[in-house]
């Protein structure tokens, strides 16, 4: 059998599932099994991208997808992990999850739509590289001058 793909699912109790699909590839037979997440039970032969993770790689801009991919997939790969899911892709060096301040999460909410969530996943990915476990309005201004010109200015 070879692993098709991965979909995330979270339950009404809060569960996070993962339905991983496969194929058969000599009798075209196609399975999907839902395992609780991380127990793939040898079912996943390769690195793999889930749904969620796959299509926010997509949304980057093309100069950045495959540098930010190949980055993503060592890391996977140094951890003895197979499975790259969306919380993977925020992942700092630290290995905790990155929070969000509220204030932050009010003022990302005022982005145009069009360009909120690459405006999100810069943000994570810059939090990411530094290490850092939470997005500040503070790095919010930082990345908004670096790639604006519209930081505020302090005197």
Known sequence: MH???IEERTYEDGALQWFIRLECRGC???VGVDLPAGQMNNLIDRIMWTDDALHRLERMPSYLGPLFRQEVEQ???AR???VVTYDVLIRPRTGEPIQWEPEAERRLDNVPAPVRSMA???LERTAAER????ITVALM?????RY???GAQKG
């Open 28 to 30: 075209g037979l196609k």
């Open 75 to 77: 890391d996977v790969r």
């Open 80 to 82: 003895g992990e197979r």
């Open 148 to 150: 604006f010109g519209m």
């Open 3 to 5: 692993t098709e793909g």
């Open 131 to 134: 290490g850092a476990v939470r």
């Open 120 to 122: 999100k996943i810069e």
């Open 141 to 145: 201004e930082e990345v908004k001058a």
